[in-house]
């Protein structure tokens, strides 16, 4: 398989749209054309896990952590960052990275925590906004189920656990054509009445051009009318964080041992303890404090995310339990997922898991 194939069904299963604006997801090193033999998948890129690369004949890392992040102004070996690429290059490793996209993704970093919690009725915490956008286009009647059904087959229509979601109307579209044009029907000069369907869907905005070439290829127009507008709606299915709940309610302190065995987490940090029972839980992989009004709000009992400050304890106020479990331990399962993607699509590729532990934070 080569390079470009793999990085384009990520890129689009969990799209680079996705990421922050401050984000680098996607390829980081390599060459599109290059054949991959197998993948090596980690949570951080670091000298190790390249050497482990180099020593298990995998010519791609593929990681959660973008290996450059920051601007770069120089590759060389004064770096780390530089002596990383400087030996991906010399050794013919590709890296690829996604990030917050993976974050944001619907089966991403927080909703597995949720799954190795074993909570249920898992939602998002944070759900995406300005990602939506409504697709209206105008078709001869004749026309409607092959324009239909090629913005269906690209991707649009898809609302929750419904697909094929589109709206029809009936009326009629009118036309005139200058001497340069080449009407589908009707004659050059003149005004024509068309019966047409004013038909509506909705659509991610990251596959736009994909449904929009889509529309282009099976209307019937010279010049297809279309309006695509901005939705302010929400998007449930993807976000950041997630709730959960317990089948059954279980204590503060029972929790605590709960989260340190599930994550291995050396120094679980807490809040002060409520007294309450533990039902609904959101947890957000990483760095996730800035959640923490949209978890009191959601009604949690509970908010496990990591890099939580001294004073974001405070901001608990006894409204929540806030629980600090890691950076490295929260996110770890992140390289079950992108093993999961890589195999559903390529099943016969070799994927391995990284042995290298890259937590840079050590516990007495
Ligand atoms: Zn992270």
Known sequence: MKLKELCSYLDSEVPLSFQESYDNSGLQVGKADTEITSALITL?????????????????????????????????????????IYKCITH???????????????????????????????????????????????????????VRDALFNAGAGVIGNYDQCGFVTAGTGSFRGNESANP????????????????????????????????????????????????????????????????????????????????????????KLTGKKIKKVAVCGGSGVSLLPVAISSGADVFITADIKYHNFFDADNKILLVDAGHFETEKFSSEILKDLIMKKFPKFAVRFSETNTNPINYL
């Open 44 to 84: 951080d890129v670091t000298e190790e896990v390249i050497d482990e690369a180099i020593n298990s004949n995998c010519n791609l890392v593929v990681s959660h952590h973008p290996l450059i992040f920051g601007g770069l102004k120089k590759i060389s070996d004064t770096t780390q960052v530089g002596r990383i």
């Open 92 to 146: 013919d490793i590709a890296v690829y990275s996604a990030h917050t996209n993976l974050d944001i993704f619907e089966n991403g970093v927080s909703r597995k925590m949720a799954e190795k919690l074993d909570l249920k009725d898992i939602k998002v915490l944070s759900p995406l906004e300005h990602k939506l956008l409504k697709l209206v286009t105008y078709v001869p009647v004749s026309h409607l189920d092959k």
């Open 184 to 271: 589908y029907t009707g004659k050059k000069g003149e005004m024509h009445l068309e019966n047409e369907s004013r038909f509506e869907t909705i659509l991610f905005s990251h596959l736009k051009d994909k449904v929009i070439r889509a529309l282009l290829e099976t209307h019937p127009y010279e010049e297809v009318a279309y309006d695509l507008y901005e939705l302010n709606n929400k998007f449930y299915g993807a976000g950041l964080g997630c709730t959960g709940e317990f089948s059954d309610a279980i204590g503060e302190k029972e929790l605590l041992k709960l989260i340190s065995s599930v994550f291995d987490v050396k120094g679980v940090r807490f809040s």
